[in-house]
């Protein structure tokens, strides 16, 4: 869709081409001829003594304008720009991208679909999927969770064996990869007072043995078991059904710093993994889901 749904700027910008073709124009034929008697100084000085000679331009260089003028016009009428005019080629970004991946699809194709059958794991054991992963994963995957996939604040570390949402088995990998996630914790800003929420901090400290607080920690406890334990249980183990961390565990996606707990308490978290099913295709999620299984099972 067109990013100017008004046919108003479709018709400004022809406008501004079309005058602009004109003047180049005009400014070349004024400049053809030289006014006056050829060959004389032309009376306008500058810097005291700088004088310019009345000569025609060179033709080497009206011819290059020329081209460059009749360039720009066959441009426009062979690709997009003059406005809404789609250039008698048809040529657009999308469709040139189409073709593009259609050619590498019928390449390399055949090349992924040879493990759409396979066990998850058994394609994990073999090298040439293994090394297709990889390159998959730095294209998609590295970005956020690193090129070793330790991943990075906010990002998971793919290779620990800690899940947030499952076990961490090639069901839950694909349907992760095909379909994306969003993780939402609540934000409890509005429903605890500032001192509730730093003894919730030290008492989510205490659990990973860090050091806190102790009475803070005992009162945060409490605090823990109304409003916390719905989601992480009442031992803070997590809820992978809910993607509620494990908080015994001591690993932290968010940092384990008092300030740092305080702020997810306080402020809630909105995290989403998109989903890249669609984008991928079965074949290359397949062998995507191997590679990520694959970095925490090396056994």
Not at 69 to 88: E, H, N, T
Not at 197 to 222: C, N, Q, T
């Amino acid at each position: 869709m067109a990013d100017f749904v008004s046919g108003f700027w479709n018709m400004y910008v022809m406008v501004l081409i079309a005058i602009s073709f004109v003047f180049c124009i005009v400014i070349i034929m004024l400049n053809m001829r030289a006014s006056g008697k050829v060959g004389e100084l032309q009376p306008h000085k500058w810097d005291e003594t700088l004088q310019e000679w009345n000569n025609p331009l060179p033709r080497w260089w009206m011819y290059l304008y020329w081209i460059t003028i009749f360039f720009g016009i066959a441009y426009l009428i062979i690709y997009p720009g003059f406005g809404a005019f789609p250039g008698i080629a048809k040529w657009t970004s999308v469709g040139q991208w189409e073709q593009e991946m259609k050619r590498a699809d019928e390449q390399y194709g055949p090349k992924f679909a040879k493990y759409r059958n396979m066990d998850v794991k058994a394609v994990a054991a073999d090298p040439e999927a293994m090394a297709m992963g990889k390159r998959l994963f730095q294209t998609y995957c590295m970005q956020c969770h690193g090129a070793d996939a330790r991943g990075a604040k906010g990002f998971p570390n793919l290779t620990d064996n800690d899940w947030l949402g499952g076990d961490g088995s090639p069901e839950y990998i694909k349907t992760t990869i095909a379909q994306g996630r969003i993780g939402v914790m609540t934000p409890f800003k509005d429903i605890l007072s500032e001192e509730q929420i730093r003894d919730v901090a030290h008492y989510v400290r205490s659990l990973s043995g860090l050091s806190h607080d102790a009475p803070r920690a005992e009162r945060g406890a409490k605090v823990f078991a109304e409003n916390c334990a719905v989601c992480h249980g009442p031992d803070a183990k997590g809820n992978p059904l809910l993607g509620a961390p494990n908080l015994t565990d001591d690993i932290w996606l968010w940092g384990s710093s008092e300030a740092q707990i305080i702020a997810i308490v306080t402020n809630g978290i909105q995290n989403r993994m998109p989903a890249f099913g669609e984008f991928l295709g079965e074949d290359k999620v397949h062998i995507l889901t191997a590679y990520v299984w694959g970095l925490s099972n090396k056994q």
